[in-house]
């Protein structure tokens, strides 16, 4: 694909009209012919109240991966009512933007554009550069006398700077059929992000009521069956970027994101997953590469290697982040209690991507080391958990219901790799190291013990703040009890059986606030009211921080 732009701080203003955030006139025109094509294409990849005029930007923009000098800006045009994600249809359409320093638009400091095709599902990347470090910018697609809304985004510090704080939403594990993506709308009503997370899971796979453990489909997915293909997995992502809430906080600031195994199936480990088939659903390597595919079509991410996620970003001397991609390399999942999960030529993150996170790490001149990790690092054992929690927990975390030990798809199955990494962290002192999780559906804040079994006697080596879900399923979904019964039982018994954890709640949905400054890194839980209620509210639930140089999580007990 290629592209046209300037970029420039000193660039002329726009021509078209910057207040406009609407469809032009000439545009409206063509609503009445328009409706009517419409309604039964998009019926396949959008809901019905998409049914708007062609061309239409009828799955938002987004940015993403900030750097100080840049910013990368996505969208999807539908150029004509066929046009519909996964359908290969439509004519190529230029699509042109413009970015400028205020909402209006007048002062623009970018312009350029490409063109959209079918051969990237008429979705379309524009890398900016040139632009002022830790600096907000509003931007906007156009084609075809159709603009999109303007959007917020925002330039990371320079490299050098001294950044006195920096705050990021925090999310993972949207199933779209599970409820509604309120915990995207309360982060999108917020003034005061430099970026979001997004830590896995931002789609789900599986087929309508395949997955939804007490049985109500809130919304149904696109297509209803199992996505498999390109065109499946092209028609889901569209699908996920129609929901209001989600399009609100892509308008609002950048994301920083990375998969985990939904993006392309449950429990993916290097040569399969534990849902696909060999044969019946193809080939493993068709259907990952499909995956890929439409996933950096859809999402703004940078791949640092062909098919990989895992790169990493620089936030003044505050923070760095190094994300990690624990899917294309790892060896395949072992049974629990099978002791291979300490055999040293298994490995979670491949040998490449370890040596890259060492280095990185050891390298670092930031306070502090964030890593995004899309499995939880710390150890978990399950002590004596009765019957009725126990086997509701091994359904979450997909494992044999009885005599479970620890969780397979996590650091817990691939010890050598978590060994090699925390030693090495305690043998160059490597301090300030925060792991960023997702996953697991459940809030958690733990420290990242050398030796789980004499802790806390001895070393912490990190520490870990895991965000529970935006709408999939935790315990007391799977248990069908309200709210807040599972956890009541469980925490004190997982906490008994794990000292380095300092708190778990295993029930609730929500998000996460991670607020930086260069004496502690705080993390604030939030909880919604409901995953099924379109307004449902958000409430803050605890809070957590690690001060510098501690490698160890304490409470706090008031939000930033």
């Not at 703004?300 to 991609?325: E, N």
């Amino acid at each position: 694909m290629t592209s046209r732009h300037r970029s420039s701080e000193s660039a002329v203003s726009a021509t078209a009209d910057p207040d406009s955030l609407s469809p032009r006139r000439r545009t409206v025109v063509k609503a009445a012919a328009a409706t009517a094509a419409l309604a039964g294409p998009l019926a396949a990849s959008l809901p019905a109240r998409a049914a708007t005029p062609a061309p239409a930007f009828l799955h938002g923009v987004a940015s993403g991966d900030p750097l100080p000098d840049g910013i990368l800006l996505w969208t999807r045009v539908t150029p004509t009512p066929e046009a519909t994600p996964g359908s290969g249809r439509g004519p190529d359409t230029e699509v042109s933007w413009t970015v400028a320093r205020d909402k209006a638009l007048t002062d623009v400091v970018a312009t350029g554009s490409t063109r959209a095709t079918a051969a990237s599902d008429h979705t379309v990347k524009a890398d900016i550069r040139g632009l002022r470090p830790a600096t907000d910018y509003w931007f906007r697609f156009s084609a075809g006398g159709t603009d999109s809304p303007v959007a917020r985004t925002r330039t990371a510090p320079a490299a050098d700077a001294a950044v006195t704080g920096l705050r990021f939403g925090v999310v993972s594990c949207s199933n779209w059929e599970a409820g509604h993506f309120s915990a995207y709308r309360h982060l999108a009503a917020r003034s005061d992000l430099d970026a979001w997370l997004h830590l896995g899971d931002y789609l789900y796979e599986y087929g309508t009521g395949e997955y939804g453990a007490r049985g109500e489909v809130v919304r149904p997915h696109a297509p209803a069956h199992e996505i498999v293909t390109l065109a499946d997995y092209r028609v889901r992502h569209g699908v996920y970027k129609t929901d209001p809430d989600l399009q609100a906080l892509h308008h609002r600031a950048p994301v920083v994101a990375m998969w985990d195994d939904h993006e392309i199936a449950n429990d993916t480990w290097s040569g399969g997953a534990e849902n696909h088939t060999e044969g019946a659903e193809g080939t493993w390597a068709a259907r990952q590469a499909a995956a890929k595919q439409a996933y950096f079509e859809w999402m703004p991410v940078r791949p640092a290697l062909a098919g990989t996620t895992y790169r990493r970003l620089r936030f003044g001397k505050l923070a760095d982040l190094s994300l990690l991609d624990l899917r294309s390399f790892r060896s395949q999942q072992v049974s629990t209690g099978d002791g291979a999960v300490d055999d040293p030529d298994r490995t979670l993150t491949g040998r490449a991507q370890l040596d890259w996170l060492k280095a990185g790490l050891t390298a670092s001149d930031t306070t502090w080391r964030l890593v995004g990790t899309s499995v939880m690092i710390s150890p978990f054992a399950v002590g004596s958990l009765p019957a009725s929690i126990l086997k509701p927990l091994a359904e979450l975390l997909g494992l044999p219901q009885e005599g479970l030990a620890l969780n397979t798809d996590q650091w817990d199955g691939y010890t050598d790799d978590r060994r090699e990494l925390l030693a090495h962290l305690r043998a160059n002192a490597v301090r300030n190291t925060v792991f960023l999780t997702g996953d697991i559906h459940m809030a958690w804040a733990n420290d990242v013990p050398v030796n789980a079994g004499t802790y806390p006697l001895s070393a912490s080596a990190a520490t870990e703040f895991v965000v529970t879900s935006v709408t999939s399923d935790n315990l007391d979904d799977i248990v069908k009890v309200p709210e807040g019964t599972v956890s009541a039982l469980a925490a004190p018994l997982i906490r008994a059986a794990n000292r380095h954890v300092h708190w778990v709640d295993t029930d609730r949905h929500g998000y996460g606030v991670l607020d930086i400054t260069a004496e502690r890194a705080q993390m604030d839980y939030y909880v919604v009211s409901s995953r099924t209620a379109a307004d449902a509210t958000s409430a803050w639930a605890r809070s957590y921080r690690t001060r510098s140089g501690t490698q160890k999580a304490e409470r706090t007990y008031d939000p930033v």
